[in-house]
């Protein structure tokens, strides 16, 4: 009974993160996509680098700890040279906020492994709640995730004044394509 009460204490003592798995991003096999619309043309893009710090185990989701920081300098646009003006002070302003930050603690499995994570986005130093919903497949040690968002760039103060703010459609589709392995 007294080694059954002491492993109970034991349980309660250790951090509710360090029970799930911690996983690593393989970087070739993910991304992070944009797509906007230019008047009523798609615009596709995306982010070369961000990191991610993954605590997630399939069978207990609330213990869940994901982190990831998108270097801004990384933006590119398919097909034109606009990274410039997507990196000024009309835009993303990367001078001064040279990282977009996703953090969730709260992610709830919806069933058929689908899953929310519930968090907060921040750009441009400004920060907003955010629920992604993302499909989640795990084989063997290697997860697969899949999921997307329409974000409204306007609150972030992005491209608030000018012609080409104008043109530019407010929701932006944000994908994200991410495979993992997990740490040993």
């Given at each position: 009974m007294t080694r059954l009460l002491i492993g109970f204490f034991l349980a309660l003592a250790i951090p509710v993160g360090v029970l799930a798995n911690t996983w690593q991003v393989?970087?070739?096999e993910s991304q992070i996509l944009w797509t906007a619309k230019w008047n009523t043309s798609p615009v596709h893009g995306g982010f070369n680098d961000f990191d991610a710090t993954i605590s997630f185990d399939m069978d207990h989701p609330e213990l869940a700890d994901l982190s990831v920081?998108?270097?801004?300098?990384?933006?590119?646009?398919d097909g034109q040279d606009a990274r410039t003006t997507l990196m000024g002070d009309n835009w993303f302003f990367a001078e001064s906020f040279p990282k977009a930050q996703f953090s969730s603690q709260d992610v709830r499995h919806l069933g058929n492994g689908r899953y929310e994570a519930h968090g907060t986005l921040e750009i441009r130093?400004?920060?907003q709640e955010l629920i992604l919903p993302f499909k989640l497949t795990i084989e063997d040690d290697i997860a697969r995730v899949e999921?997307?968002?329409?974000?409204?760039?306007?609150?972030f103060g992005l491209?608030?004044?000018g012609d080409v703010a104008k043109a530019v459609a407010d929701g932006v589709n944000v994908s994200v394509l991410v495979t993992a392995k997990k740490a040993p």
């Open positions: 393989i970087p070739a920081a998108v270097d801004i300098g990384s933006i590119y646009m130093g400004i920060s999921g997307g968002v329409t974000l409204d760039r306007t609150v491209g608030k004044k």
